[in-house]
């Protein structure tokens, strides 16, 4: 099956630091990819679409110069949390969606602002 | 009305069990249908992908979609410890549109 990565697996940082993180596929292109947050025992939040070559749609509530989304290849978008603070503590998971339209998920990214 | 309605459980079963897991929907345009596994502190990975109504099997695991009653079920035939995790439905109306999730229903499956 399709593979995505993420990286990395878990950060911790200081408040008021930017932190990045790098989701790639591994073995298809994805012209659209897609962010997520997932908070303990609760389902995904949708934060933002990532579509190559263009502007990211953020999701209403999420704010997009918080959360930059860049999709500059095929196979790599990075979300940026800018300025961080501990309620940015999170779980962030990218997906990629495939040709026939499913999404294959990446691994996950522990995020922990101090 | 939710768009995606999934009990969350938990569910318990003993091992080599038949467990069924459903989902209801309300948006008639759904047309892609999909349901994840999630272990704890992991991704989803993707289980079974369905377009439209129909039947799908993969090896112990069987989907199957009925647009009509706006319901779609997963099967999981002679279970192990090692499907206990939470389990997702998601769908979507078309391939430009985000999935919308159920919320997802905890399995344990005992030994």
Known sequence: ????????????????????????SLDFQATTMFWYRQFPKQSLMLMATSNEGSKATYEQGVEKDKFLINHASLTLSTLTVT???????????????????????????????? | QKEVEQDPGPLSVPEGAIVSLNCTYSNSAFQYFMWYRQYSRKGPE?????????????GRFTAQVDKSSKYISLFIRDSQPSDSATYLCAMSGSGNTPLVFGKGTRLSVIA
Not at chain 1, 7 to 15: E, L
Not at chain 1, 87 to 104: H, P, T, V
Not at chain 2, 46 to 58: A, H, Q, R, V
């Open chain 1, 1 to 24: 099956g399709a593979v995505v990565s993420q990286h990395p697996s878990r950060v911790i940082c200081k408040s008021g630091t930017s932190v990045k993180i790098e989701c790639r």
């Open chain 1, 83 to 114: 300025s961080a603070h501990p309620e940015d503590s999170s779980f962030y998971i990218c997906s990629a969606r495939g040709a026939l339209y499913e999404q294959y998920f990446g691994p996950g990214t522990r995020l922990t602002v101090t």
């Open chain 2, 46 to 58: 993707l289980l079974m992908y369905t377009y439209s109504s129909g039947n799908k099997e993969d």
